[in-house]
């Protein structure tokens, strides 16, 4: 059964998580909202913090005819945060105002929002958006870009070719 806005991926990307060093609470906080939002959620997935694994991932989604895929973790400045460089390998074309309206969003909050590096683009007819790795920040980002979602994912559908649900 698909849902209204198609399907949704949500990637947890953590070291620690994805070696069952720590439980991943941001994933499934993603996961709630963006069925609430009318999404069907395909599932919840953790990676490491290893750049091609994300890039392949994020790929395979794309070609799996994904709606949105929201990633949570990897957009802070440790150097093993690398999930914004590896959603501007995948993506075809930027949307940059979906990350600035998360950033504003979270600096309302705390001035530290300034420095998430995270990014929104489309692949296909795939809009991939990088969210915080904290439940807060989830909650935040996909509060504040919600009222766009919808509209986003049918103007992809309407213009895709066949490449998405």
Do not use: Y
Not at 68 to 94: F, W, Y
């Amino acid at each position: 059964m698909t849902s209204r806005l198609g399907a949704a991926l949500v990637i947890t990307l953590s070291d620690t998580a994805a070696a069952g060093g720590r439980e991943d609470l941001s994933g499934p906080e993603a996961s709630r909202i963006l069925t609430e939002a009318g999404f069907e959620v395909r599932a919840v997935e953790i990676l490491p913090d290893d750049r091609p694994a994300i890039e392949t991932r994020l790929r395979a989604a794309c070609d799996e005819r994904i709606s949105l895929v929201v990633t949570t973790g990897g957009t802070g400045l440790s150097p093993r945060d690398v999930t914004p460089e590896a959603t501007l390998a995948v993506i075809e074309k930027p949307v940059p105002g979906i990350a600035e309206l998360m950033r504003v969003e979270g600096f309302k909050n705390t001035p530290r929002a300034a420095l998430s590096r995270a990014v929104a683009g489309i692949r296909q007819s795939t809009l991939i958006i990088n969210l915080p790795g904290s439940v807060k920040g989830v909650r935040e980002c996909l509060g504040a870009v919600r009222p766009v979602l919808a509209h986003a994912i049918e103007t992809l559908r309407q213009s895709s070719l066949g490449c998405g649900e």
